[in-house]
Structure formats: structure tokens, C-alpha cells
């Protein structure tokens, strides 16, 4: 079947480092995507991954390893506003995105 | 300002009734998608269109239909309500199919008792 895991809640400090981890299992595979979700708000892009290694976007950088069906998404310089849900989903061989249920992310000052 | 409505934003239904949601976009994109989003599950996709015309149904397509008469709207109908469809319905669009980054409404809260 078709599955993706990521962690349902993560803590972390303003200014710090964090990195959601995502791991997928999907019939066919094309790319990786990491949403951010505010509370009571729609999904917005943040990243693509297709290819094995990082993609760096400002303080946001996304990592893929196709091999090993994992990708994380690290967050860098932490700020209060970070604080909401990050969406992993797959690409699958019909081009449909399968979505992890979500990491909510708590920023503490 | 270019991007994508969705009306209601939110809805309170009894069980049996009909009801539509709607959703447009004006950025000319050829594929849409409605998901529904519970809580503690991922997005799952209802039924999605790869252009006018044409849509086909994704995970959990039972109890509502859709429509493409033309590129910029999307209509997702409830035949008949029911409690299990509370839930937060949001419509995305994409330039090509699935592996194109999608562009979320804002989303309707509907509430089925």
C-alpha cells in the first residue's frame, strides 16, 4: 500500500535548529513535497524534491533520499511564526500527491 | 488578485440534504482537486480534473460528484449528507497533473448532523 509517516507533534526553541523527518512508501514515485499548514488556514508550498540530496530555500531546506524513501525538512533560525503543521506528500505513478497527516510544530521563546 | 475561492466558508447541514461547494480559480490552471482534511489524517483526495472536461475519482470519492464545464470552476456536490462528511473541504489546482505544485482555497468548514 501507500503510506507516509512523519511525526505528530515536534517542540522546539525561537532561534533554534529543527528537522521533520518524512518517510514514504508509494506505487511509483514522482517527487516530494513539504507544505506549511497555519492553523485554520490552507496548505502552502515550501519545497519540491525530485532528485537525491538538498534543496536550500533561505532558512528552509529540504533533503531526499530516493533509496531509502526519506526525506526531512529542516528549519533553521527559528521564529515564533514557524509555529504550524508541515505536510509531507509523495508524487505517485498516477501523479497524485499521497499526504502525511502532518507534523505540528511548537515554537517556544 | 489571482488564486483561488471556495464558497462556503463554512456550512451547518442537516443529514439528507444536498448541498454544493464551490470553488474557482483564475490562474488558468489545468488540473483541480477536492480533498477533504479530518483531523490526525493526511489531505485525502475526493476527485480531481486534468482539464475541462474530464474528472476521475481519487480515495474516498463515495457520496459526492463533480463537474468541469470549463477551466475555472470546480463544483463538489453532496447528494445526500451525512455525518461522516463533516469535515474541512479544500479545493487546489496545479498547472499539469499531481507532481505540479497545487494551490489550496482557503477552505469550507461543513458540519453535517
Redesign the interface.
Known amino acids: 500500500g501507500q503510506n ?1 509517516d512523519q511525526p505528530t507533534e515536534m517542540t522546539a526553541t525561537e532561534g533554534a535548529i529543527v528537522q521533520i523527518n518524512c518517510t514514504y512508501q508509494t506505487s511509483g514515485f ?2 516530494l ?1 513539504w507544505y506549511q499548514q497555519h492553523a485554520g ?5 515550501l519545497s ?1 524534491n ?1 532528485l537525491d540530496g538538498l534543496e536550500e530555500k533561505g532558512r528552509f531546506s529540504s533533503f531526499l533520499s530516493r533509496s531509502k524513501g526519506y526525506s526531512y525538512l529542516l528549519l533553521k533560525e527559528l521564529q515564533m511564526k514557524d509555529s504550524a503543521s508541515y ?1 509531507c ?1 509523495a ?2 505513478s ?9 507534523t505540528k510544530l511548537i515554537i517556544k521563546p | 488578485i489571482a488564486g483561488i475561492t471556495q464558497a462556503p466558508t463554512s456550512q451547518i447541514l442537516a443529514a439528507g440534504r444536498r448541498m454544493t461547494l464551490r470553488c474557482t480559480q483564475d490562474m488558468r490552471h489545468n488540473a483541480m482537486y477536492w ?1 477533504r482534511q479530518d483531523l ?6 475526493i476527485h ?1 480534473s486534468n482539464t475541462a472536461g474530464t474528472t476521475g475519482k ?1 480515495e474516498v470519492p463515495d457520496g459526492y460528484s463533480v463537474s468541469r464545464a470549463n477551466t475555472d470552476d470546480f463544483p463538489l456536490t453532496l447528494a445526500s449528507a451525512v455525518p461522516s462528511q463533516t469535515s474541512v473541504y ?1 479545493c487546489a489546482s496545479s498547472e499539469g ?3 505540479d ?7 469550507t468548514r461543513l458540519t453535517v448532523l
Open positions: 507516509i514522482n517527487g513535497f488556514e490552507a496548505p502552502t508550498f519540491y525530485v505536510l506528500a508524487g505517485d498516477n501523479y497524485q500527491l499521497i499526504w502525511g497527516a502532518g | 480533498y490526525g489524517l493526511g489531505l485525502r483526495l480531481y481519487g479544500f497533473l499531481g507532481a505544485t497545487q494551490y489550496f482555497g482557503p477552505g
